[in-house]
Structure formats: C-alpha cells, structure tokens
C-alpha cells in the first residue's frame, strides 16, 4: 500500500526564524570572518593579538545549534503522513544543556568528545518525535561516529604526509599535473567516503518494531556522490573560465569595474551552483530514499520512493533558487517550504511489502 508525504509548513511561518537567523548568524559570521584575517596579519597591532575571534566563533557556534533546533521544530513537525502529523516533543532548555556541556567537552577534550556531541543531538531530535502516539530512537552510536572521524583525520595526516615527502623530495614536482590529479583523487575519495559513512551512521533510526536504515554498498554509494561531486568540479571550473571571460571585456578606467566584476560573479556563481545543486540533490534524493528500507517483521517490510520527474522539479528548484538569489534572500522561506512540499509530495512509503521466502 503506497502513502505518500505531505508538508504544511508555509513560508510566512519560516520567515521569522529566517530574519533571525541572518542577523543572529549570518551577521557574526562576517565579523568573525574579518577577526580572523586580523588573527592571521603578520603585522601584530600594538594592543596585541585581538581576541574578537574566538568570542565570534563561541556566539556563531552557539546561535547555529539553537537555529537547528528551531528549524527542526518547525520542518519536523511540518511532515503529514496519513493525514497524521509528525510530534515534536523538545524542550528548550534540555537542548541548550546538550549544546553547551558538548561544546565545553569538546573543547576540554580537543575534539575527541565530538562524536558523541553529535550523537546526543540527534538523538535528543529523533527521541523528541513521535507518530501516532509512538516515539521514534536513534540508535546511531558515538563510538562509531568517533571511528568515521578518526578514519577522516588519518586520511588527512597521510594526505599532509604524501605532501611534506613531496617536498622534501627535490625529485618529486608538487605542481605536475599528474601529481595534482593524485592528490585531488585522493582528497575527493576521502571525502565522498566521509559523507556516506556518516549519513550511513544517521539513518539508524527505530519506530516500534521496525529498524530503518539504508540498505546500499559501500563503493555503489560513493560513485554516486562521487559522480556529482565531480560534476561541481566541472561546473566550477566553467564558471571561473565564464567570470575571466565576462571580466576582461569590462571598461578598466571607471568605478563600474570591480562593481561590474561583483555582479558578474554573483549572476554567475548563482547560475552555476543552482544549475549543479537542483538536479544533484534531486539525483541523490533519489538514489537514497530508494534504498532507505526496514527490517522484516511478520515476513513484512516497508520501503520508501520517490517518482517525482527529474527534469521538470530541476526546473521548479532552478526557479526558486533564482528568486531567492533576486531578492537577496528575501524569498528564501518561500523558496525552501515550497521545495520540500514538492518534494515529499512525490516520496510514498510501501508499507506491508511480503518478504518472498519469509
């Protein structure tokens, strides 16, 4: 029996935590963003180092958990299924508590506490939720978050290494192109690895007797991301050729310039990422809520689709996307509810699927 998703949430209900969060965050990142090139100058100001920076990084990390939890409040419990919505039962102050004796351990503990941080985070959203009068747990474990981790920094203590040898070794040229290519393989597979692994460890969630997780390989899994990782590349490369190109026929001896120059890499960055990011996450929404599956119980199992038209909802994204870039972000509340309605509108859940054999 196929059930498919619906998604109430409108845009006027997201723009107040839209508006705040750019004045909450976005604005303190660009002042930590300017703290840092100032923490970073070879030329030390009298007063000394300033220390701005870490007073930003603290606010911009604290105020980026604090939106998760809104924005999770508000698009969790904007899921229908069944004409039944989704419960969010979250307190606040129980949060805050996660957020602030997480970080204060991560720093304590240079890092190594992260993964379980992390653990508890989601673990408090999925535990907070509830359908149909029963609660959903996740079962994801930090310890195993903390292996994915580690596995991350010794890839790139061994990228670091090939780098050093590389240089230290007069008969190794760093900037051949072969050598370039090794190293950006080798970047781009450590990092394809990372993303699956830890979406892997998060779909671990369990709902009564049913245990959902993703039911795709390993190497299947990261050719598809690798796919569209490297089709950014591709598209970046054609966007900064595009700017050289627009750039050098723009008047030189006016102040239209660097204006000039801004809007053209503005125009052009936007077009590019909404070209790559539409169908990317269209294709890769795809792949993965197909292989997104439970376990059998009563030889039965569920499984989960999505038969949305790839063409035609690249087209429908590629707008919103574009009228968010118009209106300087304005629209972007709008943009986002009206995407992810149309998406779950299109993604149905086959629940009592009989097990041949079971």
């Known amino acids: 029996m196929r059930s498919y998703f619906n998604f109430t949430l409108k845009g006027i209900q997201f723009l107040p935590v839209w508006i705040a969060f750019f004045f909450f965050f976005l604005i303190p990142v660009q002042f930590m963003l300017g703290a840092f090139n100032d923490l970073i100058a070879t030329d030390v100001p009298a007063e000394g180092t300033p220390k701005h920076f870490f007073l930003y990084l603290i606010l911009v990390l604290l105020m980026?958990?604090?939106?998760i939890f809104f924005i999770a409040k508000l698009v969790i419990g904007s899921i229908e299924y069944k004409g039944i919505k989704i419960k969010c039962d979250y307190d606040i102050l129980k949060y805050l508590g996660i957020v602030i004796s997480g970080l204060v351990l991560s720093i304590i503990t240079f890092g190594i506490y992260f993964p379980w941080f992390i653990?508890?985070?989601?673990?408090?959203?999925?535990?907070?939720?509830?359908?149909?009068?029963?609660?959903?747990?996740?079962k994801g474990e930090g310890g195993r978050l903390f292996v994915i981790m580690t596995q991350t920094i010794f890839g790139s203590f061994l990228i670091l290494g090939?780098?050093?040898?590389s240089i230290l070794d007069p008969r190794i040229d760093i900037m051949s192109p072969n050598f370039i290519l090794i190293y950006e393989v080798v970047v781009i597979t450590i990092l394809v690895s990372i993303l699956y692994l830890t979406f892997n460890w998060m779909v671990n969630i369990q709902y009564k007797e049913l245990l959902i997780k993703l039911d795709t390989g390993f190497f299947h899994a990261i050719w598809k991301i690798a796919v569209e990782l490297v089709t950014a590349i591709i598209l970046v490369f054609i966007f900064s050729r595009l700017t050289s190109f627009f750039i050098s026929?723009?008047?030189?001896?006016?102040?239209?310039?660097?204006?000039?120059?801004?809007a053209i890499?503005?125009?052009l960055a936007v077009t590019t990422l909404s070209i790559y990011f539409a169908m990317a996450f269209i294709r890769l929404y795809?792949?993965?809520?197909?292989?997104?599956?439970?376990?059998?119980?009563?030889?039965?199992?569920?499984?989960?689709?999505?038969?949305?038209?790839?063409?035609?909802?690249?087209?429908f994204m590629w707008k919103q996307i574009l009228l968010t870039a118009i209106t300087f972000g304005i629209y972007y509340p709008w943009a986002f509810s009206r995407i992810v309605n149309r998406v779950l509108t299109q993604t149905y859940l086959s629940t009592d699927i009989a097990v041949v054999g079971k």
């Not at 653990?119 to 996740?138: E, K, M």
């Not at 090939?162 to 040898?165: A, K, P, S, T």
């Not at 026929?249 to 801004?262: C, H, K, R, V």
């Open 64 to 67: 980026s958990f604090i939106f």
């Open 119 to 138: 653990r508890n985070i989601i673990r408090f959203l999925v535990d907070g939720t509830s359908y149909h009068s029963h609660s959903f747990s996740f």
């Open 162 to 165: 090939i780098v050093l040898f």
């Open 249 to 262: 026929y723009l008047p030189e001896d006016n102040s239209f310039t660097m204006a000039g120059q801004i």
């Open 265 to 267: 890499e503005l125009i």
């Open 286 to 315: 795809r792949y993965f809520v197909k292989h997104t599956t439970s376990n059998i119980v009563d030889s039965k199992k569920i499984e989960m689709e999505y038969d949305g038209h790839l063409v035609d909802d690249f087209k």
